[in-house]
């Protein structure tokens, strides 16, 4: 699954329509895979080679893909068993500048499009590691990031997380990023960027128009919600 | 409105407010706030109409107020249940639901949600003479009526564990609600924009692809992950049936345009919303449970009450295919079939 979802997610949706219309016979697979141009001829991501390119990466996201929650720091997201289509598309915005980020621009621009590949393939068959960020979190903050992550609040036009990152947070397709078992800094860090409009890599605007309408205190409570979540296998049976 | 729901000590939280007659709720609160600021402005600050003076406004209460309700724990446990049938109905698939929807699939926010068809109405208008179906209906006739349709399935029994607890999640929504209000009632059902001088289905199309395939997929199938439902079928075979409601072009209009894409409402132009609309009724989906072997004779029996806003036995221009013209029940097959459909009710009463 992965290995396909890869050629055609790392195309934005635009980009897919337009290749069919102009491939039309040619089918859906091939015809998304020549409108990115720079996916010509690419391998499918090889776990092996990726753990090769990964070697830059280990300082912050970990051996075991883990990462890191850095309290008052820059948090490093889990990459382990995050769906290698995702990754892909985010290294690829990194390196366009379509999302910002001065921590991992070099790093990303250091990657080959086949490069890029291997090293989604490898961290997205690794197993998913617990999160941090979460533990201190009081009950009535639990209860309330358990409403947002599930429920929502639509009286604040909130629409629940998994409404989207699926049934338990844990992702859907290579659109909508697993979010349990991921460090509350990170979480937060991402919400508040596409609150103040520092983040907008994200397709047809889903997440920015919705985390707009959280609070801080929302966001501090769904990012330790989902953070406790014990790690489930992402994508799997 | 926090206030003015602990001053009234209501066993519930449930707020309804007759902003015309100023005789109920706020009139009660001293510390009753000014329009700008009272229930649903997050609504109208996202392009909502504000209520209007004549309407009736209610904030049916959440699953949170339900743990506060000084109600017997036993019927908090059955709406609890309701309200899990609700927002997880695919628990039903095979016995009552035969497709990929939930009730919370169309009706958003849990059944709470204003313009995107808030389901406490039914509580309180019902029963009523029902223009579907041509006689009176109560709250779980009508409920049924979206198994048979909406969840192309059949419908649990009336009086059954599952119909009572679904009831009682639409009665505790309407807490504090008028029974039979004389005032409309704001946001309800969905309501659609003007509908443009021309539908283009090449544009639906166009407009469907660009901003909903990213959940719905290009087949209109929705997406499982996993085994378990995310997003809901728009057509086909894990849609809603051909006598749904919402295959009425101007109520597929009408969702669209105030609840789509998820967490953009209103978003799209009222042309683009009805082209979608338009687009997505003119697919194929399981036959109306209504349909004996003839579209002819379905579109002359129920397009009066019902088909004349739908697109059902048109020949849709892209490829000249008759709509509905055929005997596929989806994934309930023949041999389920749904038992509430086309029983008459109080034929021996006098004028």
């Not at chain 2, 192309?152 to 929504?173: F, I, K």
């Not at chain 2, 929705?222 to 378990?228: F, L, M, Q």
Request: net charge negative.
């Amino acid at each position: 699954m992965a290995d396909q979802g890869c050629i055609i997610q790392n195309n934005s949706i635009g980009e897919t329509v337009m290749s069919k219309r102009i491939l039309g016979g040619l089918g859906l697979l091939l015809g998304a895979g020549l409108s990115a141009g720079s996916a010509l001829a690419l391998e499918p991501g090889d776990p092996q080679r990726g753990q090769a390119a990964a070697a830059t990466c280990t300082a912050c996201h970990q051996a075991n893909g883990s990462g890191m929650h850095v309290p008052g720091g820059e948090s490093w997201p889990r990459l382990a068993g995050q769906d290698a289509g995702y990754i892909e598309k985010q290294l690829h915005d990194f390196k366009s500048g379509r999302r910002q980020n001065a921590s991992m621009m070099p790093f990303a621009t250091m990657l080959d499009d086949q490069q890029i590949a291997d090293v989604a393939a490898y961290y997205s068959q690794m197993e998913i590691t617990p999160a941090s960020g979460g533990e201190e979190a009081s009950d009535a903050v639990m209860a309330r990031g358990e409403q947002l992550a599930n429920r929502g609040d639509w009286d604040d036009y909130i629409v629940s997380c998994s409404s989207c990152h699926g049934p338990g947070g844990t992702g859907v397709g290579s659109e909508f990023p697993g979010v349990a078992s991921q460090h509350a800094g990170y979480i937060s860090a991402q919400l508040h960027a596409w609150k103040d409009g520092e983040r907008s890599n994200d397709p047809q605007n889903l997440m920015g128009a919705i985390a707009k309408r959280m609070s801080d205190d929302d966001i501090a409570a769904v990012s330790a919600w989902y953070a406790r979540q014990a790690p489930v296998v992402e994508g799997g049976e | 409105m926090n206030i003015s729901k602990k001053s009234l000590a209501l066993a519930v939280s449930g707020v309804s407010v007759a902003l015309a007659s100023g005789m109920m709720v706020q009139a009660a609160d001293d510390n009753a706030q000014p329009q700008a600021e009272g229930p649903y402005q997050t609504l109208v600050e996202l392009g909502y109409p504000a209520p209007k003076d004549n309407e009736l406004v209610h904030v049916p209460p959440t699953m949170a107020d339900l743990e506060e309700a000084d109600i017997h724990p036993e019927l908090k446990k059955v709406i609890r249940r309701g309200y899990e049938l609700f927002t997880d109905t695919q628990q039903l698939r095979g016995k009552n639901v035969f497709n990929d929807m939930n009730c919370s699939s169309c009706h958003l926010g849990e059944g709470r949600q204003p313009y995107s068809a808030p389901i406490w109405p039914a509580a309180v208008t019902l029963p009523d003479f029902r223009g579907k179906n041509q006689h009176v209906n109560n709250l779980e006739e009508r409920i049924a009526g979206c198994f048979a349709y909406s969840m192309n399935g059949t419908p649990p029994e009336y009086g059954s564990d599952d119909m009572l607890a679904l009831s009682a999640y639409h009665q505790w929504l309407a807490t504090g609600a008028p029974m039979y209000p004389d005032q409309p009632i704001y946001g309800r059902g969905f309501p659609a924009p003007d509908r443009p001088e021309e539908l283009s289905y090449a544009n639906g199309k166009e407009v469907f692809q660009e901003q909903c395939v990213i959940c719905h997929q290009e087949d209109g199938s929705g997406h499982y992950e996993d085994g378990e439902y995310v997003f809901p079928a728009t057509w086909g075979d894990g849609s809603n049936n051909w006598g749904a409601g919402i295959v009425r072009t101007h109520t597929a209009a009408g969702f669209i345009k105030n609840n789509m894409p998820l967490g953009q409402p209103l978003s799209l132009s009222d042309q683009d919303a009805w082209d979608v609309a338009y687009y997505m009724t003119q697919q194929e989906r399981p036959q109306d449970p209504r349909y004996a072997g003839d579209v002819d004779e379905v579109l002359e029996r129920f397009g009066p009450t019902f088909h004349k806003n739908s697109s059902y036995g048109q020949i849709r221009e892209e490829d000249n295919h008759r709509l509905a013209d055929h005997a596929n029940w989806g994934e309930k097959g023949e041999t389920v079939v749904p038992w509430n459909v086309g029983v008459p009710r109080f034929e021996d009463l006098q004028d």
